[in-house]
């Protein structure tokens, strides 16, 4: 079971602190499993250290955003506290996201401090969601803290087309992250939107690229969430309302070997399930097509 702390609202942080409050690391401190309302155990915590990202991807981010005031948002040393009060109460897979997590001023700080509960055995893995602009700077560091893969956002090798859909990013700079990554021993996974009438003619391209290096790959569907401007998303993303041409899709990629199977009947499934108590049309962030990467 996944937990998903986005360090946004006042309301949350009001929260955190009062459960923090209640249960310090330490003696006396709590340490039952923490279990949903469906009795499964959360092992899995992802928590989002900033809102702030050095892109401007059209289906997430209006091209002026505003930002948090940095008073509200939790410091490096309580994003430590609150991530080891989770540990202790069983999540064993951490991931950090953003906004773009590697933009965070000091992040390295927070990683290595969570290293430690690698090192004691009560975390299995510390892993990180980036867009992958910060890669060549940072991926030695992070293998050296004790991070064995990540993920990376690229929806596209369209170099043109990526610069339409980030704004601001440069593809050059996000695959030569790809290759510092590898080159450090770093495992990748590709997250990539599906874009309809954008990038959905790429799938096969990009399947064939990532395998090709060893990568594997999860198709998104994207669900505007927050402020993203006019019109800068007219299409909708490629999901439960195109399993036709997740159809055609299989049958074209049917004739190429891939190292997984793919799992194209699983888009309704996988993103319904995510959305189980939305409106079909309620915004929300991006969710998986399917269950597994292909």
Same mark, same amino acid.
């Given at each position: ?16 602190? *009062?459960?923090?409050? %209640? ?27 900033? &809102?702030?990202? @050095? ?10 955003? /505003? ?7 939790? *410091? ?7 991530? /080891? %009060? ?7 897979? =951490? ?17 290595? /401090?969570?290293?430690?509960? =690698?090192?004691?055995? +009560? =975390? !299995?893995?510390?892993?990180? *969601? ?10 030695? @560091?992070?293998?050296? %803290? ?11 090798? @369209?170099?043109?087309?990526?610069? %339409?859909?980030?704004?601001?990013? /440069? ?46 790959? *999860? =198709? ?20 439960? &309302? !195109? ?28 993103? +319904? ?22």
């Amino acid at each position: 079971m996944v937990a998903d702390l986005r360090n946004l609202q006042n309301p949350m942080q009001d929260s955190v602190e *009062t459960a923090l409050e %209640a249960r310090e690391i330490g003696g006396g401190a709590d340490r039952r499993p923490l279990v949903d309302p469906f009795g499964r155990a959360i092992s899995y915590l992802r928590v989002s250290v900033t &809102d702030r990202c @050095d892109f401007r991807c059209v289906y997430c981010m209006a091209e002026n955003m /505003s930002f948090l005031p940095k008073a509200e948002i939790l *410091t490096l040393e309580e994003l430590d506290r609150l991530c /080891s %009060a989770f540990i202790a109460r069983g999540v064993r897979k =951490l991931r950090l996201t953003g906004g773009e997590p590697l933009v965070r001023r000091g992040i390295m700080t927070l990683v290595n /401090s969570l290293s430690r509960h =690698l090192r004691s055995g +009560q =975390l !299995d893995e510390l892993t990180v *969601t980036t867009n992958g602009s910060q890669l060549e700077k940072y991926a030695g @560091d992070l293998r050296a %803290a004790g991070i064995r893969r990540i993920n990376v956002s690229l929806d596209t090798l @369209d170099a043109e087309k990526f610069r %339409a859909i980030t704004r601001w990013g /440069s593809l050059d700079k996000v695959l030569a992250g790809i290759d510092v990554a590898q080159s450090a021993g770093l495992k990748i996974k590709i997250n990539a939107v599906a874009l309809k009438n954008v990038n959905e003619d790429e799938f096969p391209q990009l399947l064939e690229w990532a395998h090709g290096r060893g990568m594997d790959l *999860t =198709l998104i569907e994207v669900m505007p969430l927050g402020e993203i401007g006019e019109g800068a998303l007219e299409q909708r993303g490629v999901g439960p &309302d !195109d399993r036709a041409r997740g159809k055609d899709l299989q049958g074209e990629l049917s004739g190429r070997r891939f190292r997984r199977e793919m799992n194209f009947d699983g888009i309704e499934d996988g993103s +319904q399930r995510n959305r189980r108590d939305r409106r079909p049309d309620f915004p929300g962030p991006a969710v998986p097509m399917s269950d597994r990467s292909i």
